[in-house]
């Protein structure tokens, strides 16, 4: 299983451009005008000897301002579930706008591992980085050090940019790659609603807590913790609850 790392940001950030990029072939369609609707793009890459597979949220967007944001929205959310690690790319020429605020909302709600990408930063000097990024540490972003001036159709910066991808990626996803060194044990945890399911995966994350990790599925009810324990993996998985039908 190699790590997922979705390019999420409103349209004509730079997400095509950085993702080719990094893909190292020009795989994505760089568009500059209005008009045209595509897919998601996957692609595998490889950075310092670990696989990844990355996802461009295609797509520019037509109409008007609530069906874009609804239709970034979609592709967005569509992406950022399939992720492991979420590179949140921005336009530094421009600044940030509403709908990059719009889209720093939802990736936060993700609970995943964010790389902020303040793409387009061609002329960007060491000494003057802090000013420049000043109006994006604004947007609440959680930590300045996930956020990386970055000139995408230069290749300036990329390389920190995959390095922070790496620092990122949860550890289960190196561990689980080790077979046999350690085995993860599933344990379910079953109830009626609200017995305090959850409150017990919590209290026992909380506790001795090396790495706790939550992701939300999809398609199942089920929200799997991960929890370290000594040398030991454990995934809580913890269901909706049992509910009789009708
Ligand atoms: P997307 O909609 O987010 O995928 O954006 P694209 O990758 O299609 O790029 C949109 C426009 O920004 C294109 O005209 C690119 O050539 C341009 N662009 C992308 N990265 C950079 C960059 O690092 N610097 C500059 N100056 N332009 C860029
Ligand atoms: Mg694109």
Not at 158 to 170: G, K, M, R
Request: with cysteine; net charge positive.
């Amino acid at each position: 299983m190699e790590p997922v790392i979705a390019i999420v940001g409103r349209p004509n950030v730079g997400k095509s451009t950085l993702f080719n990029r990094i893909v190292g072939r020009r795989q994505a369609i760089v568009n500059d005008t209005a008009g045209v609707t595509r897919d998601r793009h996957y692609a595998n890459a490889d950075w310092r000897g670990q696989k990844l597979i990355l996802i461009d949220t295609g797509g520019i967007a037509v109409g008007d301002v609530k069906s874009i944001q609804s239709f970034i929205k979609k592709q967005t959310m569509a992406a950022i579930t399939e992720a492991d690690v979420i590179v949140c790319v921005f336009d530094g020429r421009e600044g940030p706008t509403t709908l990059d605020e719009h889209i720093i909302e939802l990736v936060r709600k993700a609970n995943k591992p964010v790389i902020y990408a303040i793409n387009k930063s061609d002329q960007m000097q060491k000494s003057t980085t802090d000013t420049y990024l000043a109006p994006f540490y604004e947007l609440g972003i959680p930590s300045k050090a996930n956020i990386f001036p970055v000139s995408s159709e230069h290749g300036r910066g990329v390389d920190d940019i995959l390095d922070a991808v790496l620092a990122n990626i949860p550890k289960e996803e190196k561990i689980t790659e080790d077979a046999g060194l350690s085995a993860v044990t599933r344990i379910a945890v079953i109830g009626r609603p609200n017995a305090g399911k959850s409150t017990l995966i919590n209290r026992l994350a909380g506790t001795e807590r090396v790495i706790a990790h939550e992701m939300a599925g999809t398609t199942r009810d089920c929200i799997d913790v991960h929890i370290s324990y000594g040398d030991r993996k454990y995934v809580f998985v913890d269901t909706a609850g049992l509910k009789k039908k009708g």
